[in-house]
């Protein structure tokens, strides 16, 4: 992957974040910013719709072949695995 995946999300309350996900190492890494927030959280776990979110848009790049196999696969299992692994 050669660039960084990013979404913004919105909760049921009103209040949003944004997410930031860059493969390094081998691995995806999360990281997690609150609306007018300074700092990124990179230790805060994902939601399932945040995982949903990043294997979709995985699965697109693999189809344009911007993403390889092995990152679909890693995304895929990520879901699969759940929030709190």
């Known amino acids: 992957m050669r660039r960084d995946i990013n979404w913004k999300t919105k909760r ?15 691995q995806f890494k999360l990281q997690f910013r609150e609306k007018g927030g300074d700092s990124w959280d990179y230790d805060r776990p994902p939601s399932r719709e945040d995982l949903e979110t990043l294997l979709d848009a995985i ?27």
């Open 12 to 26: 049921d309350d009103g209040t949003a974040y944004e997410v930031r996900v860059h493969w390094f190492s081998g």
């Open 59 to 85: 699965q697109r790049r693999y189809q344009r072949r911007e993403a390889t196999l092995k990152e679909l696969e890693i995304a895929q299992k990520m879901l699969e695995m759940g929030p709190e692994a």
